[in-house]
């Protein structure tokens, strides 16, 4: 026959309605902090989901917010990236034939082919010039390379556009006039 001799650890009594106020409060915490580190993240329930490249047509969009990965906290951080035309931000133009994207990358220009695919449509043969810059500028470039190369998700919503990376960073640009340089 078998005994059980193992001491047993009491376990403090918690009242049902004690747990209750305290599930409710937990899951508030929790509700409330998802919805303020996604509040620049989610896009408008009218926004597009992978739009067809044909809608893309002779446009040009600027990066105006990278936002990182949620931290171990559940925030999301924004990247620093260069604004304003004195800065040199990131952009991209889609040709009017809805097959060629161009634009600059943070230190060199780029070009890529658009192929349509189950996304809406992919880039392919991504090129870029190989002007020298600063350490930070390089790095930045190579990160937006390589979400344009690897993007899963792109959003539009009128005048803003969102590129959403397999990483979970999300790339928000605006649209600008064709006419500026």
Known sequence: MFYNNMPTKKTPFISPKRLS????LGFSCLGFGFLAACANVIPPCGAKI???SSELRNTKWELI?????????????ARQIPQGEKANPIQMAF??????????????RFTA????????????????????????R??????????????????????????IGNDREVLTFAQRSTGQQ
């Open 65 to 77: 917010r990278w936002n990182l990965p949620p931290n171990t906290n559940g925030e999301v951080r």
């Open 21 to 24: 106020k305290r599930l409710i």
């Open 95 to 108: 040709d009017n034939k809805g097959e060629q994207l161009s634009g600059f990358a943070g230190c060199n």
């Open 138 to 163: 390089s790095e930045l470039e190579n990160d937006f390379l390589y979400e344009l190369n690897d993007y899963r998700t792109i959003i539009r919503d009128g005048d803003r556009m969102l590129m």
């Open 113 to 136: 082919q658009l192929n349509e695919d189950s996304r809406g449509f992919i880039f392919e043969k991504i090129a870029t010039t190989k002007m020298s810059c600063n350490p930070a």
């Open 50 to 52: 992978s739009p067809p």
